[in-house]
């Protein structure tokens, strides 16, 4: 079953904060999270292995609640750079599946 | 730095031909992937493979199968082509089990 991601779309100011989440109606043992520029293809971000774990590089971290079978994408003071479709993808047997995307614009 | 390569970039078929996608990846990784992105839809599994000769049916096989003859090679095959499979096609790479996936930069297919 495919993760929900929300929100659909957000549009930002460089520098304000977004946060973006997946939920699985089924228990979670990873997730990964992708970003997708227009145009090109999806960039790996970050895998988050276990529950409770938090991952972060440069400004974008993430969390995993294995009991609310859900995580989420923490940008901070965001760049224009950051602008694209963020997907999270939740672990099967050897294979993810991937949730709808979220589409996020930063604004100069 | 990995490398998956799609063989076009764009592709026009018309309804009926039987269409070939190829990917190459040049990391050794033993799983392979299809998947089609349109919007709204986020990126959903075709057919994936863990080895050589090895398939496995994705989300939405219906009306595809696929090759995977050679380790850096898997290729998505359309028997019929049909308008409803006019998309952006993904192939990405990965190591097991669920390390991160390699996308090549797909191919926008065009069913007319």
């Known amino acids: 079953q495919q993760p929900v991601q929300s929100p659909q779309a957000v549009i930002l100011r460089e520098g304000e904060d977004a946060v973006i989440n997946c939920s699985s109606s089924?228990?979670?043992?990873?997730v990964h999270w992708y970003r997708q520029k227009h145009g090109e293809a999806p960039v790996f971000l970050m895998i988050?292995?276990?529950?409770?774990e938090q991952k972060g590089h440069d400004k974008i971290s993430a969390s995993f609640n294995e009991k609310k079978q859900q995580s989420s994408l923490y940008l901070t003071a965001s760049q224009l750079s950051y602008s694209g479709t963020y997907f999270c993808?939740?672990?099967?047997?050897?294979?993810?599946?991937f949730g709808q995307g979220t589409r996020l614009t930063i604004n100069p | 730095d990995v490398k998956v390569t799609q063989s076009s970039r764009y592709l026009v078929k018309r309804t009926g031909e039987k269409v070939f996608l190829e990917c190459v990846q040049d990391?050794?990784?033993?799983?392979m992937f299809w998947y089609r992105q349109d919007p709204g839809l986020g990126l959903r599994l075709i057919y994936f493979?863990?080895?050589?000769?090895?398939?496995e049916k994705g989300d939405i096989p219906e009306g595809y199968s696929v090759s995977r003859e050679k380790k850096e090679r898997f290729s998505l095959i359309l028997e019929s082509a049909s308008t409803n499979q006019t998309s952006m096609y993904l192939c990405?790479?990965?190591?097991?089990?669920?390390?991160?996936?390699?996308f090549g930069d797909g191919t926008r297919l065009s069913i007319l």
């Open positions: 990405a790479s990965s190591l097991p089990p669920n390390q991160p996936q390699h």
């Open positions: 089924k228990a979670l043992y990873s």
């Open positions: 988050l292995l276990k529950g409770g």
């Open positions: 993808g939740t672990e099967g047997a050897q294979k993810l599946v």
């Open positions: 990391m050794d990784h033993e799983n």
């Open positions: 493979s863990y080895d050589v000769k090895m398939k």
